[in-house]
């Protein structure tokens, strides 16, 4: 959180619960200088620009696609930028936790492939953005649209040429605590400090994977991502997302094409949504190595929700939140949420359907 890096006294605390995720702050150190009230991208909303051209492609560069949730095209535009001797500065699986880091080369890029379904600590990233500014240096920041915001209202990005920065948010549902990903990992004996690496998908299938196990070959969903695709289990503060419209604050916004009319075998293989708001970051796009595709934008905001409002939160997500506190077991929760759903996925499972 942005009041957190910014705070010239480190009042401000993050707590986390299952259901939500909040700044606090400590009375005993704050000064009430205001800072942080001043600064929130939520209190002061940044300036959004509609797109001014769409696209629906894909990486170029066919290892670059397979190895990608979507169509590839984040890490085709990250290593474009380290190509022309910049730095991307995005989310990565690291000592247990989800944080950002700087890349500098191919190696650290692809460290940055695959969705990630939960709640990141940004902390360091304004200052990898920052330092990296200050040293002249192209910067590509991928991340969350609250995260880009509070990045574009950081007070040291205006005394810095922002020219060499290129933004590209994320088209987000909403994203679920840390601690509920481990509550789901507690069932499975195992912790996010006790694995190396994590996969939450596998182009169209959605199933939690962790240090290479091998990926169901049906649809079928695993508990926390069934919880995540019902919009259940994201904090309280997604529900009212301010981010979540066709006018974004970024050059980039990243996504899937759902609304895609290009043959099944290209959909399976992924297809990015790309919505471009400046020419800087169309001139990044369109040199990156990517192939393009024209695509309805209509159809594509209709395909995308969160291009006009965000999640509404389902009635059962209370009980569903009551029965993880209680039990400590998201699969308890979604056996008496959704009984249905949950028997017909047990069903499926064991038919290996």
Known sequence: MLCKAVCPRGAILVEEGLKSCNACIDDTKCVECGQCGRLCPRNHLPLFRKPVEWHQGWAEDASVRAGSASGGVATALALQTVREGGVCVSCVFRGGRFVFEKAETKEAVFSFRGSKYVKSDPSDAYRLVLESLAQGRKVLFVALPCQTAALLAHPGLSRLDTENLVTADLICHGTPSPGLLETFLGEKKRSLAGISGISFRDKTRYRIRTDGERGPKSGRKDMYMAAFMRVLSFTDNCYECPFSRLERATDLTLGDSWATELPPG????????????????????????????PVDLQKAIAANENLTRPCVAPRARERFFSIVARTGSLSTAMRKTYPRFYFKNMIQSWLGI
């Not at 471009?276 to 970051?281: H, N």
Request: include cysteine; hydrophobic fraction near 40%; charged fraction near 20%.
């Open 266 to 293: 290209e959909w399976k293989r992924g297809v990015s949504l790309m919505l471009c708001q400046t020419p800087k970051g169309s001139a990044l796009l369109h040199r990156a190595g990517i192939h393009f595709e």
